[in-house]
């Protein structure tokens, strides 16, 4: 099982990931939304620990770009 720190560091990785991988602008509430579905399809469908952890740090990661980036669609003054 995993804990907080890891989940954190976890997320971290996958935040730096992702700014390379899809640098702003990005649609990151899109993204978002894309993934929480898969989260909850995930669940819906009883997948294995790892995978829900994995949606998890995803949202997690998107999380944060809303939060530092905005999304330059909806980036208003």
């Known amino acids: ?5 890891q989940f ?3 997320v971290s990785q996958e ?3 992702a700014v390379r991988r899809y640098p702003y602008p990005n649609p990151n509430l899109a993204v978002l939304m894309e993934e929480v579905g ?3 399809q995930a669940m819906l469908q009883k997948r294995n620990r ?5 949606e ?13 980036e ?5 980036n208003g003054k």
């Open 15 to 17: 935040v730096h990931y």
């Open 70 to 74: 905005g999304d330059p669609q909806f």
């Open 8 to 10: 954190l560091n976890d």
């Open 50 to 54: 790892s995978e829900i952890y994995s």
């Open 56 to 68: 998890c740090v995803q949202i997690a990661a998107i999380a944060m770009r809303c939060a530092l």
């Open 1 to 5: 099982m995993h804990g907080h720190d």
């Open 38 to 40: 898969e989260l909850a």
